[in-house]
């Protein structure tokens, strides 16, 4: 199977998000949002299904997917004695083997492998409290890129598309267990210049067993949705979020914002004439329901 042949950004998420883009905002955006907040009847409804403006970001289509920026409370926690220690077994680890293999590390490498010293992070530290901005190189996590981003001026929708991943992604390269979807929200609800005065939401599009895509690709996607109720996995949250694994009003506050999902197949059913390619290999575009 060639590579990215049923990657879900090439072949559902640009595609649909690309269609009710160019309906525009009465007959793409707001329907689309109207849509959801009927899916996922929440205190958030209201602000989402009503918006003066509107900004989307996703890839494809002559725009690019939003960068965010990581939450400071997490690269603080991740330069602590606390911080350092959880990261240690993996990424010594892994920063080690490549050295032991004969790769250069970067400098970004070396600078993660100082940082195990004690005291390069009492350095931080204090570059810290007086003010300064910890470095770049510094980061156990890099810029966050969701799949879609769209926001209005009371929310802002956080969009993670899947069709035949085999799971979800619950890990990033440095921190285990730092799920996708909780980073997506940890970030997002950090970012001053998204949530000022604004709710930050999350959830998922899926593909279901009749999806052709799935169908022709052989594979079984098996998600695990229960995780992202709060209460009996508080601590897949926690692992999610060590920085506020002592504060459950936070941890509560974060989960509260996860919607849910749907799938490509439903959403299709309010865009009857959403054409997307069933892989990439297709010459010629498909309907989405046929």
Not at 250 to 259: D, F, P
Request: proline share 4%; with cysteine; charged share 25%.
């Amino acid at each position: 199977m060639a590579f990215g042949l049923y990657n879900s950004s090439i072949i559902r998420v640009q595609p649909v998000f690309a269609h009710i883009g160019r309906l525009g905002e009465e007959n793409g955006w707001s329907v689309f949002l109207n849509w959801i907040s009927q899916q996922f009847p929440t205190k958030f409804s209201h602000e989402m299904a009503t918006f003066s403006t509107l900004r989307a970001y996703y890839s494809g289509d002559g725009g690019g997917e939003l960068a965010i920026p990581p939450n400071p409370d997490l690269l603080e926690y991740l330069i602590t004695d606390e911080g350092i220690e959880h990261l240690r077994k993996d990424t010594v680890a892994k920063l080690q083997s490549k050295r032991d293999l004969g790769q250069e590390l970067s400098e970004t490498d070396k600078a993660r492998l100082a940082l195990f010293d004690s005291g390069s992070r009492e350095e931080q530290r204090f570059r810290a409290r007086i003010g300064g901005q910890m470095l770049r190189p510094f980061q156990f996590e890099g810029l966050d890129y969701p799949d879609v981003v769209i926001v209005t001026d009371k929310i802002v929708l956080i969009v993670e598309g899947k069709l035949t991943e085999p799971h979800l992604t619950t890990q990033t390269t440095w921190l285990d267990g730092r799920d996708q979807m909780i980073r997506h929200l940890d970030s997002a609800m950090a970012c001053e210049e998204l949530s000022a005065q604004k709710h930050v939401l999350g959830m998922y599009i899926i593909g279901d067993s009749s999806d052709e895509s799935i169908q022709k690709s052989g594979r079984h996607p098996c998600y695990d949705f229960s995780n992202y109720s709060f209460l009996g996995h508080e601590e897949y949250w926690k692992k999610a979020l060590p920085h506020y694994a002592r504060d459950d009003d936070k941890l509560k506050k974060i989960a509260c914002r996860y919607l849910g999902h749907v799938t490509w197949q439903s959403l299709g059913r309010q865009f009857a004439g959403i054409k997307v390619p069933i892989d990439s290999s297709s010459q010629s575009a498909k309907f989405l329901l046929e």
